[in-house]
């Protein structure tokens, strides 16, 4: 009996060994399961009251959480204002004018704090918000590990290395990813988060009018893509911040139809036409576009990957108790 106990219980082990690789690092499942029970509910809720408001919210957040996770991992470090200690990357040049979602991610963090007080980090509140986002879109959903710690500084230099430029080869681009343990498959996979959302005319315009030189638009932007978007953004700089949706069939639904406009030459941005300039990505984007549910498993395995970047665990950083500032005592 004890030995039949025994070795049910070294199944058990045997089983969660399989389990364990999920759990990345100190990252807890229930982390909160005690201390704030209904933190996903709230941040649940903030989201949908938030896309409510502004649909473009959605991608919003989904992209504010990654350019989080490319500098100084997710540490909520994007959150940060300037102070007199450092520069933060609020103003650098990928984010300014062009990241969104702060009082968002600041309302539903005031919310948190009246029922657990000190007890969740923004990055965590992020991380989740990126998710709840994404469901609401109608994308696939995903365990969200958490227990991240916010971090106390942050970088304007380092976000203007690190997060990458729509104008830059795919081969630097993968390098940033590598840099933070993400593969070539995950480009592509996470590419395909531009499946929602806008992007500023300036962002893509040279494809429009004279690219590199040449007096005529990208040859690989689809002629009437090119038309049209000659209309949206006319070649002056008071169309520069005039927006063009990144998934021109579906703008505010999560779907594999990114992958459908690369095949036909409609990806908005240099960087996202380029996953067809390799062989190895313009295969990944071939399967993609024709299995949505491959793509919406995949997509899942990368956030996962994606929010498990350069974490704080246990006493590192700390808790702050509002996103935009480090808590005045650490100093
Ligand atoms: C692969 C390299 C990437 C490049 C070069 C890139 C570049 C850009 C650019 C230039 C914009 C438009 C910003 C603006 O005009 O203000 C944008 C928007 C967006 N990006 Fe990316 N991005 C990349 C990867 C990602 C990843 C990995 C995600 C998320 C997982 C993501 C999510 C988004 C979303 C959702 C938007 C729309 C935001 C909105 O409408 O507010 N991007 N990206
Ligand atoms: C609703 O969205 C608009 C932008 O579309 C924003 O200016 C406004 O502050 C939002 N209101 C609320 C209550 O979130």
């Known amino acids: 009996m004890a030995c039949k106990t025994l070795s049910y219980f070294s199944i058990f082990l045997f089983v969660l060994s399989f389990l364990e690789p999920l ?40 992209r504010l959480h990654f350019h989080d996770c490319f500098v100084n991992g997710c540490d909520g470090s994007v959150l940060l204002d300037d102070n007199p200690y450092f520069k933060g990357e609020k103003n650098a040049l990928p984010n300014r004018n062009s990241l969104r979602g702060f009082e968002v991610i600041d ?16 990055a965590d509140i992020l991380t989740l918000a990126a998710r709840e986002a994404v469901i609401l879109s109608g994308g ?26 729509p104008i830059e080869p795919l081969d630097n681009i993968v390098s940033k990813f590598a840099s933070n343990g993400l593969d070539l498959r995950d480009v592509v996979v996470l590419s395909g988060a531009h499946t929602i959302g806008f992007a500023q005319c300036f962002t893509f315009k040279r494809r429009l009018f004279d690219y590199k030189g040449s007096g005529m638009p990208d040859p690989l932007m689809d002629s009437s893509m090119v038309s049209t978007l000659q209309t949206t953004c006319p070649n002056l700089d008071a169309s520069n911040s005039k927006l063009a949706p990144l998934d021109v069939q579906t703008v505010f639904r999560f779907d594999n139809a990114y992958y459908k406009n690369l095949m036909t030459n409609s990806g908005l941005l240099e960087s996202d036409q380029a996953l067809m300039g390799n062989p190895e990505t313009a295969e ?46 650490y100093y």
């Open 284 to 329: 990944m984007v071939n399967s993609y576009s024709m299995y949505p549910y491959l793509y919406s498993r995949d997509f899942a395995t990368s956030m996962m990957k994606l929010g498990n970047i350069g974490v704080l665990t246990g006493q590192a950083g700390q808790v702050r108790t509002k996103c935009g500032s480090v808590n005045y005592y």
């Open 107 to 122: 309302s539903i963090k005031a919310d948190v704090e009246r029922y657990c007080p000190s007890i969740v980090s923004c």
């Open 140 to 165: 696939p959903s995903w365990p969200v590990y958490l227990g991240r710690r916010d971090g106390l500084t942050a970088s304007e230099k380092a976000a203007n290395d690190q997060i990458p430029s």
């Open 23 to 62: 759990a990345n690092g100190q990252l807890d499942y229930n982390f909160y399961d005690q201390s704030c029970p209904n933190l996903p509910m709230m941040v649940r809720w903030g989201v949908w009251a938030a896309i409510r408001n502004d649909t473009r919210m959605a991608a919003s957040l989904l």
